[in-house]
């Protein structure tokens, strides 16, 4: 699986722009794969990704490069050379954005990125014959090569567009290259990739998030605090209160809707509560947390990861 991202930053402005918040949780869904360079891909994994960026996007270091170290995920930049350092005023159906610049690009490498080419003006180049402007289009300035040495090997159709000259004049000059999602996994130059949008998930397994409680009000408020403030947030959270004489089910009602709330009429036990509250809900996998504790605010992602690269 190739991923194909534009733009990462905290306005969600059109299709191609993807939040840092929703950039996290589909990293985060990526911990049960290997994430590589397109050098060690192998399409035939199923359990492998790549994580790529068109333009590239000054914005790309601010927001998505951390959550990459974070992660320590590898990712690749094709770049558009006559676009460095400028701006995507060109593109009228796009809000404004920087492209990265020279110095910015340096950095990404120093973090971990690998420069590759999109050509020098992303100009479309199906039915092109001229062999003098696929040399212009496809050569990669030497400067431009110094600031990546692993770097500018592989290949980006422009618009995803291709056909047979100009796949040719690709398998000249680099080791593969990728088209859009009507590529072939079975062909390298020619291999597909996913674009990701805001709502794109990496995993479909569902996370319920039980909180029983007995008497617990004087503490309730920190386990769901706990629960509502996780790295990967539970699909959903339900509060049982089974049947307690202090103030546990005030306490719980402050967070709705956030939290669904359940009052048991009397008090069934621990273990009749626990399977009541097991029908009430949905999830794929089922996590307690005690209404007199707390989860670390990456407990459920990190379990999440483990579970599902087990299944």
């Not at 199923?46 to 170290?69: C, E, H, S």
């Not at 060109?90 to 920087?98: K, R, V």
């Amino acid at each position: 699986m190739i991923l194909t991202y534009h733009k990462i930053h905290p306005e969600n402005k059109t299709i191609w722009w993807v939040t840092p918040d929703s950039f996290y949780l589909q990293m985060a869904d990526l911990r049960s794969k290997k994430v590589v360079y397109l050098d060690e891909y192998d399409p035939a994994d199923p359990n492998q990704a790549v994580i790529t960026f068109d333009g590239v996007y000054k914005d790309i270091w601010k927001y998505a490069v951390p959550i990459l170290r974070h992660f320590g995920y590898p990712f690749e930049l094709f770049i558009i050379g006559q676009t460095i350092g400028k701006d995507n005023s060109f593109d009228t159906g796009e809000p404004y954005a920087e492209f990265a610049d020279v110095e910015t690009l340096q950095k990404m490498v120093q973090a971990g990125g690998r420069l590759q080419w999109h050509s020098q003006s992303h100009i479309r180049l199906v039915g092109v014959t001229d062999l003098a402007l696929y040399e212009k289009e496809l050569t990669v300035p030497g400067d431009l090569r110094q600031l990546c040495p692993n770097g500018f090997k592989w290949y980006a159709y422009p618009h995803g567009q291709r056909d047979g000259l100009y796949r040719a004049q690709v398998e000249s000059r680099f080791v593969g290259a990728l088209a859009c999602d009507d590529g072939s996994d079975a062909d390298r130059y020619d291999l597909s990739r996913l674009t990701v949008y805001e709502e794109t998930r990496f995993s479909n397994s569902a996370v319920s998030l039980i909180i029983p409680c007995y008497n617990y009000g004087h503490l309730a408020a920190e386990a769901i605090e706990s629960a509502l403030l996780q790295t990967c947030p539970p699909d959903e959270i339900l509060f049982i209160d089974d049947a307690s004489s202090d103030n546990s089910v005030e306490v719980a009602r402050r967070y709705e809707p956030r939290i669904r709330v359940e009052v048991n009429e009397k008090n069934l036990g621990v273990v009749e509560n626990f399977r009541k509250a097991v029908a009430l809900t949905s999830g794929d996998y089922i996590v307690f947390l005690g209404a007199d504790n707390r989860f670390r605010s990456d407990y459920i992602e990190r379990a999440k990861a483990v579970l599902d690269s087990s299944s």
